[in-house]
């Protein structure tokens, strides 16, 4: 569920006509909804309730810091994966005691400002990673809690590129190595072992693999808690995949995941953490753009667009889908046409949409991609000198820009030329 709608023949972000924002704002932007991202949270929250839990949001999936605000105010924690995003979370207020700390390459100098600013956890991925903080830590004169990330060799049933629970996969430590890994990890003086953490993929439209690898966490905390450490936390990782389209069957809900750990893990006593990132902020964004030229070519026709792949680049790097949609609701059986959806970089792979169909539009006409609000503005780049979009969030009947447009001076500006030039 959404709250992008169409109302009196318009597209609206709750209760702003998006049109009115393009007015404003110019387009390309995107925008997101309070109300969404409130309920996706509510809705992970709601389904762990009476288990010792905390619900961290994946940071990557979108980090302004209206957004993470927004859910830090909810009571969620967060989900980091290098000192930038990390020193975010700070910056929005969210207390160091929230924050978990996820990643194959984090360094020495990412450590030591984690440490100083207070973590939650650094969720550990290699025995060099584990050496490396251990160091740090004892030249701090602190420990630093640690989860070790378990590869469970599990098939997430997801695009190759955001797979990560394979043996093949570059995360984590194999699950059969666990209990020398651990024996280790006890051994150090830096490092206080909190817990197991595992985490498959993104994208899962299925709850199997997740049994599977839960599974899996089970065993290895009996056993490791037989071998004499004190497994109290489980961090499950996140990856709930959401409908990127509406005619696809849904992907399970929150309600059946919860239920899932709770069958799974629920006899173990530990502290729940999950990572949800594309759920809560997926379907709680969209990217809106205006069409520049509707193009006549050979045996097809082209939508241009303003927004592009260096805006979107989901579509260019996975074949990902989103549904586009007019931002002035069609008439009732209006016949549509299919179009090539693009962008104007000068790259083939700058195609949003291949022989979609479409009501007709013409130059000038706002349309909207759903499902953009995870992945969307935080893969952006200037590419081409194209200047990064704004971030539009809307509460109810106000809107705010919460990430301004630079100005090609305020790009151009960081370059800095040598003397010598």
Not at 341 to 346: D, E, K, L, N, S
């Amino acid at each position: 569920m959404d709250h992008f709608l169409y109302k009196d023949g318009q597209l609206h972000a709750e209760d702003v006509p998006i049109a009115e924002i393009a007015a404003e704002v110019g387009t390309p932007f995107y925008c997101y909804s309070t109300a969404t991202l409130t309920r996706h949270y509510r809705l992970f929250d709601e389904a762990l309730q009476g288990m010792d839990h905390l619900v961290c949001y994946a940071m990557k999936a979108a980090s302004n810091q209206a957004i993470l605000k927004t859910l830090a105010a909810l009571g969620a924690g967060m989900d980091v994966v290098s000192g930038g995003e990390y020193a975010r979370a700070r910056a929005a207020g969210v207390p160091g005691d929230r924050i978990v700390f996820s990643g194959v390459g984090k360094t020495r100098e990412e450590m030591q400002a984690a440490l100083a600013g207070g973590i939650r956890q650094f969720n550990v991925e290699s025995e060099p990673e584990m050496a490396a903080l251990s160091a740090v830590a004892s030249e701090m004169g602190t420990k630093a809690p640690i989860t070790i990330r378990v590869n469970p060799d599990v098939d997430a049933k997801t695009h190759a590129k955001i797979a990560t629970g394979k043996s093949e996969n570059k995360f984590g430590i194999p699950i059969s190595r666990a209990k020398e890994v651990y024996a280790l990890a006890a051994s150090l003086p830096g490092l206080d072992v909190v817990g197991i953490d595992v985490h498959i993929g993104s994208q899962i439209t299925e709850l199997e693999p997740y049994a599977q690898a839960y599974r899996k966490v089970a065993e290895v905390t009996e056993m490791l808690r037989a071998e004499g450490h004190d497994i109290r936390r489980l961090d499950l990782g996140g990856g709930l995949g959401i409908p990127y389209t509406r005619s696809n069957e849904a992907p399970p809900l929150p309600t059946e995941y919860g239920a899932l750990i709770r069958e799974e893990l629920g006899h173990l006593g530990c502290e729940i953490e999950i990572e949800p990132g594309r759920l809560v902020a997926g379907n709680a964004g969209i990217m809106v753009s205006r069409v520049i030229y509707v193009k006549s070519g050979e045996g097809r026709d082209f939508l241009i667009l303003d927004g592009a792949m260096n805006d979107l680049i989901r579509p260019a790097m996975y074949d990902a889908h989103h549904d586009i949609i007019p931002v002035m609701e069609p008439a009732a059986g209006v016949e549509q046409q299919p179009f090539d959806i693009v962008g104007p970089v000068c790259e083939s792979g700058d195609t949003f949409a291949k022989q979609r169909l479409m009501p007709p539009l013409a130059e000038g006409d706002l349309v909207a991609f759903r499902s953009a609000g995870a992945y969307g503005a935080v893969m952006s780049s200037e590419y081409n000198t194209r200047p990064l979009i704004p971030e539009v969030l809307v509460n109810e009947h106000q809107f705010a820009v919460i990430r301004a447009r630079p100005t090609f001076d305020e790009i151009i500006n960081r370059d800095t030329i040598p003397a010598w030039l």
